[in-house]
């Protein structure tokens, strides 16, 4: 139903900016509503079918009865009872980001972690919870395969490909992962030589989700060691906006993207020697 939604939208040649405003929505609430990561209310829906055109009395019950049956919660709710409110809510937003752009300074993103690599970094000893942070990471990497729909930007500092956390065994197969995500039309993956010095911002690793067609409309996940910070309110708007910035500066700095495959192949390299 979502799909014909957005495809009635795009026939009138209407953008989400188009519509949100014409209903006085945020261009956010539009986004989530089309991506499936929020729930569609009657009343919302209703408004989208009159302002779409579409008033014949069946057509318009079709449509309710098909909302009322596909209220179905999204994967991320799995993980209410294991992690907090924040996260749960990330990654729903995460999951309908129209844009992702993540720099990371010491470890491979969840997002390009093989199974391998993720084990290594959970210090419990319950087998559960590794299972559980294994079955996540792979869940949100669903996303990655979306080529055609979701942009992908990472920049990785040098040290990530020389920090090897698992065994030489598991750290040759997260190497090829990331030399396979290099290569997909929809990510582009850099990495932040040594020789770049300094940069104003790069002393946490951050994560920017861009949620609809507006480049403002961010969320900001901000790394901290003793939990991630997630800015989504005014405040947060304006910590978005600051730190899009930085990735900018760090994107000028890293090295191209044509370059990664390349680098990656000489860590492999070295790990026959």
């Known amino acids: 139903m979502l799909a014909e939604i957005r495809e009635a939208r795009e026939a009138l040649q209407l953008t989400q900016k188009d519509v949100a405003d014409a209903l006085d929505w945020s261009l956010s609430k539009l986004n989530r509503i089309e991506g499936g990561q929020v729930g569609l209310s009657i009343t919302d829906l209703k408004a989208l079918l009159l302002h779409y055109g579409i ?16 209220r179905q919660p999204g994967w991320w709710d799995k993980y209410k009872r ?8 990330f990654l729903g937003l995460e999951a309908a980001a129209v844009i992702l752009r993540q720099y990371q300074l010491h470890l491979v993103p969840g997002l390009l972690q093989v199974p391998e690599y993720t084990r290594s970094l959970v210090k419990s000893g319950d087998p559960a919870i590794a299972k559980r942070m294994v079955d996540l990471r792979a869940e949100r990497r669903q996303r990655l395969d979306e080529e055609l729909d ?20 598991g750290w ?56 991630d910070l997630f800015f989504d309110d005014v405040t947060g708007a304006v910590k978005a906006a600051e730190f899009i910035q930085i990735f900018y500066k760090l994107e000028a700095a890293a090295l191209p993207a044509e370059e990664t495959p390349a680098l990656i192949d000489r860590m492999l390299e070295r790990l026959d020697e």
């Open 150 to 169: 979701f942009e992908h930007f990472f920049i990785l500092d040098e040290s990530v490909l020389h920090r090897r956390i698992t065994d030489a065994h």
């Open 172 to 227: 040759r197969i997260q190497l090829r992962h990331l030399k396979e995500i290099a290569q997909k039309r929809n990510v582009t993956l850099r990495i932040l030589p040594y020789q770049a010095g300094w940069i104003d911002g790069m002393q946490s690793s951050f994560e920017l989700l861009q949620l609809s067609e507006q480049e403002d409309d961010l969320f900001l996940n901000l790394e901290q060691p003793n939990g």
């Open 82 to 89: 294991t992690s907090s409110p924040e996260f749960v809510k």
């Open 55 to 70: 008033t014949d009395r069946d057509r318009v019950e079709t449509y309710v009865q098909m909302a009322k049956a596909g």
